[in-house]
């Protein structure tokens, strides 16, 4: 694997850091801005994923439904949850070119969650499997949550 | 099927039969008698489905109440269900919750068990107690039975044989199973809510228009159907399939899109005493394996399932469907795990918890429901009223 140039691995911890404020400050139409017209979004266990078994707790294969699960969040659930505050931290594991600009990175996450009763706890942690194109802005072609936390301590609203 | 005759002074059941105490849903010595009278009494639970444990060594590990269970199918192709434990020392024999073993060996002292769960062989055993019989430690059973690949078990000697014991429900379990149970499966989604297993598995047909407004936004009508319950604590949906008419607010309707070819009992919903729900909506195949993690938190594994004769088009289509519209992210599913933690924080002020839609009588209980009442929860407490022997207050 050859070394990638500082100002690529920035670009790439760039779009990763865009995707996650998104998410810690409940902005899902940057959420979904951090996509490809073409991307897609997966958040399945790790049990799943290493049985071979599909089944994912989102399954986002498509742009069309990339933009419904903005609308599940702000129009379908809003006002039925108890809602809650996210922080996601996250550390690049490995980076690889692929070739027409597009780059597989592997990142580890930790996702403490805060309701609002002010507790804080763990909600999932696991490792993103991503693949992000460097254009003008980077974007994610896919990006797929996957998570060691099996049995997730809670129901889960906004994507990982 | 009436439950057997007990008294327990720990409650006073209201006297109305639409009135529930508020109190048994957090204090830790009704949850005592739970497990004891209902978890490892007289009941059938299910543990598994057969789709779950297609090969020879398969195994599965869940609990029923607090106990450790183990599922294989041994190499005679049988299914056999064990307590998870060490015949010698009670040690955990297995620690992963699925995969395929050629034998199982307890680390402590290595005692090794084949898959059908013989004893094959202990260190040192030249020097055991006089009694130590090899045939007889064998990893401890327990009781077994099955339903159109629905592997229940049993920690009692007098729960009624199966068939007799789900009763009228049958008939929904059949029709979730597409009739005949060849299932194979697609997967987990697996929480732990923050609520007692009675408020998890409380949920009912009357709230399903007024919380999920995703019903509302797709126009999405229930079709023709009954509610049922058995007079030992189950419930049965079974209902016309109904497909969404306003799916204009979302830019990929195939979500929604119904590929089965019937649809006269399309919808059906098999609630088992105490704890398990099965369910077949749309094209989704679900069992909710559940038991309780304590007084105040409930774990559900929602396992999802394909039919052995579905082409790769379907087994698609039912995955996209299943990972998106139930389970603890679903669209038109998680609002109830919302209201789970709410009703559990609720339920600790003092009082009775009251159902109203549907309820025809306050002073006898009755089987037969329209499919959006609440009131097709009332005989489930009932019977759970009498397991646990808490007598009612004078009307």
């Known amino acids: 694997m050859s070394q990638l140039s500082n100002e690529i691995l920035l670009a790439l911890d760039n779009a990763q850091n865009s995707y996650i404020h ?10 979904l801005a951090s996509f490809t017209t073409d991307g897609s979004y997966i958040c399945i266990a790790a049990e799943n994923e290493a049985n071979n078994l599909p089944i994912a707790l ?24 108890e809602d809650y505050q996210t922080r996601h931290f996250t550390q690049r594991i490995s980076a690889e070119a692929m070739g027409n600009d597009t780059y597989k990175i592997i990142t580890n996450y930790h996702i403490l969650f805060t309701p609002e009763q002010g507790q804080t706890n763990v909600l999932v942690t696991g490792h993103y499997d991503d693949e992000i194109v460097l254009g003008d802005t980077p974007l994610f072609k896919s990006k797929k949550a996957v998570m060691d936390t099996n049995v997730s301590p809670r129901y889960i609203v906004y994507p990982v | 099927m009436n439950a057997p005759e007990k008294y327990s002074p720990l409650v006073t059941w209201p006297a109305k039969v639409n009135e529930i105490p508020k109190d048994i849903f957090f204090r830790e010595d009704v949850y005592q008698l739970e497990l004891e009278n209902i978890f490892y009494g007289p009941e ?29 199918r041994g190499d ?9 434990a060490c015949s010698h020392r009670g040690n955990l024999l297995e620690t992963r919750v699925s995969g395929n073993a050629v034998e199982f060996e307890c680390p402590y002292h290595r005692w090794l068990f084949d898959i059908r769960g013989d004893l094959r062989g202990a260190p040192g055993d030249d020097d055991f107690s006089p009694s130590y019989c090899k045939e007889e430690l064998g990893v401890p059973t327990i009781r077994s039975a099955e339903y159109l690949g629905l592997i229940f078990v049993t920690c009692s000697d007098e ?31 697996k929480v732990l809510y923050d609520v007692n297993w009675k408020a998890y598995v409380d949920n009912d047909g009357y709230h399903a228009p007024l ?23 189950h419930i049965g949906f079974e209902s016309e399939l109904k497909v969404p008419k306003g799916t204009d607010f979302l830019n990929d309707p195939c979500l929604l899109e119904f590929k089965g070819t019937e649809s006269s009992k399309g919808s059906a919903i098999a609630s088992t005493f105490p704890i398990t729900v099965i369910t077949k ?13 304590g007084v105040g938190k409930t774990e559900v594994h929602y396992g999802y399932y394909c039919h052995e004769d579905d082409d790769d088009e379907m087994i698609k289509h039912r995955i996209r469907q299943s990972s998106n519209m139930l389970g603890p992210t679903g669209l038109v599913s998680m609002e109830d795990a919302s209201i789970f933690h709410r009703i559990h924080l609720g339920n600790h002020t003092p009082g009775n918890v009251t159902f109203q839609k549907g309820v025809k009588h306050e002073d006898r209980i009755w089987y037969d429901f329209k499919q959006n009442d609440e009131a097709g929860n009332l005989p489930r407490w009932e019977y759970y009223r009498k397991t646990l022997g808490f007598n009612r207050e004078e009307a």
């Open chain 2, 159 to 189: 729960t009624p044989d199966l068939d007799s014991y789900l009763g009228r429900v049958k008939s929904a379990l059949a029709t979730t199973f597409n009739g005949d149970g060849r299932l194979r499966l697609l997967g987990y989604q």
């Open chain 1, 58 to 81: 989102m399954l986002d294969d498509c742009y069309a439904r990339l933009q419904d699960r903005v609308t599940y969040v702000t129009k379908v659930w809003a006002g039925t949850f």
């Open chain 1, 22 to 31: 998104a998410l810690d400050t409940k902005n899902m139409d940057g959420w």
């Open chain 2, 44 to 72: 059938w639970h299910p543990v598994a489905h057969t789709g779950e444990l297609p090969d020879i060594g398969d195994f599965k590990t869940i609990n029923v109440g607090e106990r450790p269970i183990l599922i294989v």
């Open chain 2, 211 to 233: 919380l999920h407004a995703a019903f509302k936004l797709l126009d999405w009508q229930g079709g023709k159907g009954e509610q049922y319950a058995t007079e030992n604590g």
């Open chain 2, 281 to 293: 909506h749309m094209d989704m195949i679900n069992i909710r394996f559940a038991f309780p993690r």
């Open chain 2, 76 to 84: 005679d192709g049988e299914i056999r269900t064990f307590y998870n």
